[in-house]
């Protein structure tokens, strides 16, 4: 399994995980309790109910870097273009915009 902390203007606003069923966006009860709080996309609105697809969100796999520069993220981090989540928390750390992907190391059991 493998974790990303979405921020919305560096205000920590969900988790999206990646595991063998799929992939799962929830939003974090703090940032769900803020009255200023934004959806990240019109697709995932602010909710206490977790988001699930088979797929990569569309939202998000939007944000991964095409052409030229998914070509420079592939060969400097060595990751395959289907590895949708790993290009996610490579490459949008620092993205364009309101939302960032930040990756949690975790350890496997």
């Given at each position: 399994?493998?974790?990303?902390n979405?921020?919305?203007?560096?205000?920590?606003a969900?988790?999206?995980?990646?595991t063998?069923?799929?992939?799962?966006f929830?939003y974090d009860?703090?940032?769900?309790?803020n009255?200023?709080a934004?959806?990240v996309s019109l697709?995932?609105?602010l909710?206490?109910?977790?988001?699930?697809?088979e797929?990569?969100?569309?939202?998000?796999d939007?944000l991964?870097?095409?052409g030229?520069?998914?070509?420079?993220?592939e060969?400097?981090?060595?990751?395959d273009e289907r590895?949708r989540?790993?290009?996610?928390m490579?490459c949008c750390?620092?993205?364009?915009g309101?939302?960032?992907?930040v990756?949690?190391?975790t350890?496997?059991?």
């Amino acid at each position: 399994m493998r974790i990303a902390n979405v921020f919305m203007f560096d205000h920590l606003a969900g988790y999206l995980s990646e595991t063998d069923e799929g992939y799962h966006f929830i939003y974090d009860i703090n940032y769900l309790q803020n009255p200023n709080a934004e959806a990240v996309s019109l697709t995932l609105p602010l909710s206490h109910v977790p988001f699930t697809s088979e797929s990569m969100f569309s939202f998000f796999d939007g944000l991964i870097p095409e052409g030229w520069l998914l070509e420079v993220a592939e060969k400097n981090w060595k990751l395959d273009e289907r590895d949708r989540m790993g290009l996610l928390m490579v490459c949008c750390t620092d993205c364009i915009g309101a939302v960032s992907i930040v990756g949690v190391k975790t350890e496997e059991a």
